[in-house]
């Protein structure tokens, strides 16, 4: 079973930007569709971003597209979240997940393996 390490968040400025890293250790990376979720304090988890197994295809929240970018490196066992025009409303701690059986899904119970998480916090 893969386990996942993300990296990149901190502190930014209202408008600024981060890229968060989500790096998969074990086999067959390419086998998971990968996932970017995040929850603010007092909230339920949300989706925000998945892609593909093989990376051709992404999808995003309505709440981040044109923001955010999902992307992955398969040779590398990593997955991004290029994350452009941060509001305070972005701060959340942000945790990739991988999905054996979905290819593409924005449901949190269809991930079976999740990260620790980073903290992500937009000031204003």
């Known amino acids: 079973q893969v386990q996942l390490v993300e990296s990149g968040g901190g502190l930014v400025q209202a408008g600024g930007s981060l890229r968060l890293s989500c790096t998969a250790s074990?086999?067959?990376?390419?086998?998971?569709?990968m996932g970017w979720f995040r929850q603010a304090a007092g909230k339920e988890r949300e989706f925000a971003a998945t892609i593909t197994r093989s990376g051709a295809g992404t999808y995003y929240a309505d709440s981040v597209k044109g923001r955010f970018t999902i992307s992955r490196d398969n040779a590398k066992n990593t997955v991004y979240l290029q994350m452009n025009s941060l509001s305070p409303e972005d701060t959340a701690v942000y945790y990739c997940a991988a999905s054996t059986f979905y290819d593409r899904s924005w449901s949190v119970p269809d991930y079976d393996t999740w990260g620790q998480g980073t903290q992500v916090t937009v000031s204003s």
């Open positions: 074990g086999r067959m990376f390419s086998r998971y569709a």
